[in-house]
């Protein structure tokens, strides 16, 4: 669980961190050739380019969590059970004693 939680966060931490520096890095011209673009140009490419680093990380969270192996993870079997027993309350017609469910009868 702690490797799943760490990308997350590292993930989650380049999501914020990469626009800004983008957006940073074309206001305060620290990247060559952004001060021979007009105003208005700098603002459309440092926005666009902020958009892409937030995708390319979001698909690149994706592609990590696409490799994690499926047998890793086993679910509580308990919850499983009792997900189980709830479906087949609600399935079979048997009135259930759910204060929630009695509430949307």
Not at 14 to 19: C, G, K, T, V
Not at 27 to 47: E, K, Q, Y
Not at 62 to 71: F, G, M, Q, R, V
Not at 86 to 103: E, I, W
């Amino acid at each position: 669980m702690g490797g799943v939680m760490q990308k997350f966060l590292v993930a989650s931490m380049f999501m914020w961190i990469l626009p800004v520096a983008i957006l940073y890095g074309f206001n305060n011209d620290l990247l060559p050739g952004s001060t021979t673009f007009s105003p208005h140009s700098l603002t459309l490419l440092s926005g666009f380019l902020a958009v892409v680093s937030v995708n390319v990380v979001i698909v690149f969270y994706i592609c990590l969590a696409l490799k994690e192996p499926t047998d890793k993870h086993k679910p509580d079997a308990s919850f499983v059970a009792e997900a189980k027993d709830n479906v087949k309350k609600l399935t079979s017609g048997v009135p259930s004693t759910d204060p929630a469910l009695k509430k949307q009868e």
